[in-house]
């Protein structure tokens, strides 16, 4: 939990309150970090608008947690993640030009559908989240199986596809959609270390950093849509922070 204070997460605690409870948020003073036996604090500084820096240090975090849990020592896994750092400063040092791409490339869409499998599924839901809070567009994440369910048939040219490329053990599959796609003549572009797209194209990682750098082109994006609606991304008009 970002504040430590929304209402699931009180209600949890209220219910499992003789539970151990491992809480990772990004504040210390907030009703998780107090309750829980064990905290791990993102440490990513206050979020004014939707959440990116803290989805970024929660996702390095859980990263780091799943290894320590399945076995893998310390020094190990650090090493493995650190590559992470130098990755995110080297892609974000190109933002403007990462945006004005996608603002050509994203003109006149009304609808943006994200697909992947496995890990991809966080920066898939979570970049249709802040799309919608950030730029007021409708925006969709799934799996790419559950994508030929439904939005399959919805392909019109108001339509923007990305399609994770993601882990190498599925990757064909999710190549497969997009090839498929391109060939129906929808608006489609792969998210991954061989996309043609440049704001899309992540830099070679290990499989634990993936993850981490998969949100970075979702939150050019969302700079990107709120331009060409003429809005200030992530200005909240009916909920709050």
Not at 141 to 151: Q, W
Not at 158 to 179: C, K, P, S
Request: proline share 3%.
């Amino acid at each position: 939990s970002q504040s430590g204070g929304s209402a699931e997460i009180l209600k949890l605690l209220e219910i499992d309150a003789g539970s151990f409870v491992l809480g990772v948020t990004n504040s210390a003073s907030g009703q998780l970090a107090r309750k829980s036996d064990l905290t791990l604090l993102m440490q990513a500084g206050t979020e004014h608008s939707v959440s990116c820096k803290t989805y970024v240090a929660g996702m390095l975090i859980l990263q780091w947690l799943s290894a320590l849990l399945s076995g893998s020592g310390e020094y190990e896994t650090l090493h493995r993640l650190a590559p992470a750092l130098g990755l995110v400063e080297d892609y974000l040092r190109d933002w403007r030009e990462h945006t004005d791409t996608l603002a050509l490339r994203l003109h006149g869409v009304r609808h943006v559908f994200l697909a992947g499998r496995g890990g991809s599924l966080a920066a898939a839901g979570t970049g249709a989240l802040i799309i919608k809070e950030s730029a007021r567009l409708h925006a969709e994440g799934m799996s790419s199986a559950a994508f030929r369910h439904g939005p399959m048939e919805m392909l019109n040219d108001q339509m923007w596809l990305g399609i994770f490329g993601g882990d190498v053990r599925t990757r064909e599959l999710n190549l497969r959609l997009a090839r498929e796609l391109v060939a129906r003549g929808a608006g489609c572009d792969i998210i991954d270390p061989e996309s043609a797209c440049r704001p899309l194209r992540l830099p070679e990682c290990s499989p634990q950093v993936l993850p981490i750098l998969e949100i970075l082109p979702m939150q050019m994006m969302t700079l990107a849509l709120a331009g060409l609606s003429g809005r200030e991304a992530g200005q909240f008009e009916h909920a709050n922070k």
